[in-house]
Nanobody
Framework: QVPLVESGGGLEQPGGSLRLSCAAS????????MGWYRQAPGKERELVAS???????NYVDSVKGRFTISRDNAKNTIDLQMNSLKPEDTAVYYC???????????WGQGTQVTVSS
């Protein structure tokens, strides 16, 4: 299992911004496609953004143009810049491997994002 630690969540007003960060350890991080997932109350966890080792990215339609995923292979981190936040972005956000390419590791604690006025 690969320890994953998410940080950066909080309470933000609609239209605001937050930046999440995820740190991984114990792996050849640069070789793996990584993703940010979120789980809202009563809903299944969904993959919202992913980034391959090449740097290519993919986003779910609901966050395209608002969220940006990035990675720093030297630091073994991935970030999620979230702009123009909406109440429907409220969820616990997690990082993990991109499930379309790799088996998932155990989930971390995640970080709560709440968008509310």
């Amino acid at each position: 299992q690969v320890p994953l630690v998410e940080s950066g969540g909080g309470l933000e007003q609609p239209g605001g911004s937050l930046r999440l960060s995820c740190a991984a350890s114990g792996i050849m991080f640069r070789l793996y496609a990584m993703g940010w997932y979120r789980q809202a109350p009563g809903k299944e966890r969904e993959l919202v953004a992913s980034i391959r080792s090449s740097g290519s990215t993919n986003y779910v339609d609901s966050v395209k143009g608002r969220f940006t995923i990035s990675r720093d292979n030297a630091k073994n981190t991935i970030d999620l810049q979230m702009n123009s936040l909406k109440p429907e972005d409220t969820a616990v956000y997690y990082c993990n491997f991109d499930k379309s390419l790799h088996a998932l590791t155990s989930w971390g604690q995640g970080t709560q994002v709440t968008v509310s006025s």
